[in-house]
Nanobody
Framework: QVQLVESGGGLVQAGGSLRLSCAASRSISNINAMGWYRQAPGKQRELVAVITRGGNTRYADSVKGRFTISRDNAKNTAALKMNSLKPEDTDVYYC???????????????WGQGAQVTVSS
């Protein structure tokens, strides 16, 4: 088990940028997949981006070219840089870890509590 704590959410105008950070309670060096998901009220949680230990990444089509996922195994952190934000990016964003996951099948087994991102038009 690993506890994940998100930070960096908030309110931003359309076209602006935010950086979400995720701090893990222990080493993430043996966690293959670190990811970010988002969920709006009444909707299913959806994958935003995932990154493996080897640096392979996968992004949702809706965020390609605007969002960048990264991880720092030495600091036990992951991050999501979000540029050119749109009102439709407004959601609660969750950090996630899948010890045996991959870009195609993240197989998440730990979730953070979530961070609200609100993009105003």
């Amino acid at each position: 088990q690993v506890q994940l704590v998100e930070s960096g959410g908030g309110l931003v105008q359309a076209g602006g940028s935010l950086r979400l950070s995720c701090a893990a309670s222990r080493s993430i060096s043996n966690i293959n997949a670190m990811g970010w998901y988002r969920q709006a009220p009444g909707k299913q949680r959806e994958l935003v981006a995932v990154i493996t230990r080897g640096g392979n990444t996968r992004y949702a089509d809706s965020v390609k070219g605007r969002f960048t996922i990264s991880r720092d195994n030495a600091k036990n952190t992951a991050a999501l840089k979000m540029n050119s934000l749109k009102p439709e990016d407004t959601d609660v964003y969750y950090c996630a870890a899948g010890r045996y996951g991959s870009t195609e099948s993240p197989n998440i087994d730990n979730w953070g509590q979530g961070a609200q991102v609100t993009v105003s038009s």
